[in-house]
C-alpha cells in the first residue's frame, strides 16, 4: 500500500471513529430517559471508551472498532438481550475484553509504561518507545503482558458485576459458573488481543 493510500484509510477510520463518539455521546441522555441513570453511568463509561482511543492515536479500523464494540455490550446489557440470548454474554466478554486489552495497553504505551509491541500501536513518536535491542523476545512479552493486562480487566468487569448485582440490580446474574465461563472468555480475548498486537504488517 502507498502512502497516499494509507492516509487516505488512516482518514476514513478516523472520520467513522468520530462518528461512533458522537453517537455514543448523543446515546447518554437517549438512555437516560429509557432507562434512567444506570444507563446513564454505563453510556457514560461508553463514551470514555471511544474517546480514548483518540486521545492515545489508536490507528487504523482498531479506533471505530473499539468503541462499536462496547457500545453493542452496553445496548445488549440495557435491552436485556443477554437473558434472551444466553451465548451472546459470553461471545460480548470475549470481544468487549479483547478491545478493553488493546485500549488498555495502548493507553500504557501513551504513557510510556511499555514498549510498543507491533504495527498496530505504532504512531508517528512510537520510534521513541520501541522495544530496545536487549529484549530477546519482546513479542512473546508483550502477548503475555496483554494477556495479563485483559484478565484483570475481566476481574474487575465481575466485580463490578457483583456490586451492581449486590447494590443496584439483583437481577443481575453473577453465579458461580456465569463467572467463570465470563473469566474463561475474557481471557481469550485478551490473547487474541495481545496476538493482534504483535501481529507483523
Not at 154 to 169: F, I, K, M, N, P
Request: proline share 5%; glycine share 12%; with cysteine.
Amino acid at each position: 500500500m502507498n502512502t497516499t493510500s494509507s492516509l487516505r484509510g488512516s482518514t476514513t477510520t478516523t472520520v467513522v471513529g468520530d462518528v461512533v463518539r458522537v453517537l455514543a455521546g448523543l446515546a447518554i441522555p437517549v438512555g437516560g430517559a429509557l432507562y434512567g441513570p444506570v444507563a446513564v453511568a454505563l453510556l457514560s463509561l461508553v463514551l470514555l471508551g471511544t474517546v480514548l482511543p483518540r486521545a492515545v492515536g489508536l490507528q487504523g479500523v482498531v479506533d471505530p472498532l473499539v468503541g462499536v464494540v462496547l457500545s453493542v455490550a452496553a445496548w445488549i446489557a440495557l435491552l436485556d438481550l443477554y437473558a434472551r440470548v444466553s451465548w451472546l454474554d459470553l461471545v460480548m466478554h470475549l470481544l468487549a475484553t479483547a478491545a478493553l486489552t488493546v485500549l488498555a495497553y495502548a493507553v500504557l504505551v501513551f504513557l510510556g509504561c511499555l514498549p510498543t509491541p507491533g504495527p498496530l500501536l505504532a504512531g508517528p513518536d512510537a520510534g521513541a518507545r520501541a522495544a530496545g535491542p536487549t529484549l530477546r523476545r519482546p513479542r512473546t512479552g508483550a502477548v503475555v503482558t496483554a494477556t495479563a493486562l485483559g484478565v484483570l480487566l475481566a476481574l474487575l468487569w465481575e466485580v463490578g458485576e457483583w456490586a451492581g448485582a449486590r447494590y443496584v440490580d439483583p437481577s443481575i446474574d453473577v453465579g458461580y459458573l456465569d463467572t467463570l465461563g465470563d473469566l474463561v472468555a475474557g481471557g481469550i480475548g485478551a490473547f487474541v488481543a495481545g496476538l493482534l498486537l504483535v501481529r507483523r504488517s
